[in-house]
């Protein structure tokens, strides 16, 4: 049967604080990720000043513009065989490496 450590219990209100202080340091940690969203919606400059934080006009082109520069089906058809191959020379090697013995190194 576990113990249970002396102090207060979870739902109690000492612990408030505590869960708004990490609740607070969470939407801090977001802030990244939307600036990031926001920028690749609106292609707006990353450096202007002073920044706004709700987006003008947000559009899906920039998103449309990259599925064509760049060749994703390439990308996702080279996956597969990249991986098998990476599998099978790390199959391949451990086999061999496998029958190394430390005992019988004299």
Known sequence: MMRRRPGSPP?????WPRHAIMIVVSFLMLIPFYW????SLTGENIYAWPPRIIP???H???YVDVWYMIPFARFAANAPSCASSL???????ASVVSYSDPRRSS
Do not use: E, I, Y
Request: aromatic share 10%.
């Open 11 to 15: 739902g109690s209100p000492a612990h």
């Open 36 to 39: 990031v969203l926001k920028t």
């Open 56 to 58: 003008v006009d947000p």
């Open 60 to 62: 899906l082109f920039n």
């Open 87 to 93: 599998a099978f020379h790390g199959r391949s090697r």
